[in-house]
């Protein structure tokens, strides 16, 4: 008798010591995945606010304001994917700098729904979003941190060119003739009869006058030098969804046989300008991306300007493109 109640409390000591051992084991993991989910929600949270601030368009908020200029838009962007972490609007930071290295020249303050940056071009925008962890299971009393994640994104977002159209200038001489034929014909006869011993009859022959003035001016426009056929080449690599431009070049169309200087033109994406491209160079890098990003569903738009011999016909070529998917699509 004595054995068997041995034996039945030793299988309880040992299933004591073991269940205590499984339930921390059990409590460690459950904490490690909130403290995953709960760096992954900031994670997450902080690059879209992040993407939604670098992306090209309007805010859905307000369409005169940008999407760079929207602190509010930026912060519900975040608070999106990072509240039910615990994450408030005053947990996250907004900030803008000119690249790597540089220091922050404009901030959001907390509250303000829109901040004025006056030259978007090369402005990155670094949101950081924080929250506060504390265990659910307080295996350690007292025990809290504090995760932060900073995400960072350049406003310039551009496009992609695939064999644009080409367009071309006609002139038309124009000829203007105004003829004025006036002729003017005047007869003066004034005959005097006089009874006198010696009678004399005087009649002055008419006097005609015709004057005729014709005038022709031609006029003749000259027929602007159009930009050359050309092909763009653009070098661009999926992520996930989103799509990131990396290079673009262009190389002319081997028909063109028009002087080199025809190649010059502007290049332009949305608000942003490149200066006129060599003279010299038939095949230019027209952009070096530094990885620059477009989001899922936005699209942007690049306009060509051609240079022209005559300046007064400059003729633009526009088209739009849009991110899906993480391909780059011609609308």
């Not at 016909?313 to 780059?328: F, M, P």
């Amino acid at each position: 008798m004595r054995i068997r109640y041995a034996k039945r409390a030793q299988a309880l000591l040992e299933f004591a010591l073991v269940i205590t051992l499984v339930l921390l084991i059990v409590a460690g993991l459950f904490e490690f995945g909130h403290l995953v989910w709960t760096y992954a929600s900031v994670i997450m949270g902080a690059r879209e606010a992040a993407r939604y601030a670098a992306a090209v368009g309007a805010s859905p908020r307000d369409p005169m304001v940008p999407r760079y200029e929207d602190c509010a838009g930026i912060r519900d962007a975040a608070l999106r994917l990072a509240r039910s972490v615990g994450v408030e609007p005053d947990d996250i930071r907004i900030q803008y700098d000119r690249g790597p290295d540089t220091p922050v020249f404009a901030e959001c303050p907390p509250g303000v729904d829109r901040i004025v940056i006056p030259d978007p071009k090369g402005v990155r925008v670094l949101v950081t979003v924080e929250a506060e962890y504390k265990p659910w299971v307080p295996l350690v009393p007292s025990v809290s941190m504090t995760l932060r994640s900073t995400a960072k994104r350049t406003i310039l977002a551009q496009i992609t060119v695939d064999h644009p159209a080409v367009w071309s200038g006609t002139g038309t001489p124009t000829a203007t003739a105004t003829p004025t034929s006036t002729y003017t014909a005047t007869a003066t006869a004034t005959p005097t009869a006089t009874i006198t011993p010696t009678p004399t009859a005087t009649t002055p022959p008419p006097t005609p006058t015709a004057t005729a003035t014709s005038t022709a001016t031609p006029t003749h426009t000259p027929t602007p030098v159009a930009l050359p056929p050309v092909n763009l080449r653009v070098g661009y690599r999926s992520l996930g969804r989103q799509c990131v431009l990396q290079s673009a070049s262009w190389e002319p169309n081997p028909s063109w046989t028009q002087p080199a200087q025809s190649y010059h033109a502007q290049l332009s994406a949305d608000f942003y300008l490149w200066d006129d491209l060599p003279a010299a160079d038939p095949n230019p890098t027209v952009w070096d991306f530094a990885d620059m990003e477009i989001a899922h569903g936005d699209s942007v738009r690049i306009t060509v300007y051609a240079r022209f011999a005559n300046d007064e016909l400059s003729q633009t070529l526009d088209r739009l493109y849009y991110c899906w998917a993480g391909r780059l699509l011609e609308r």
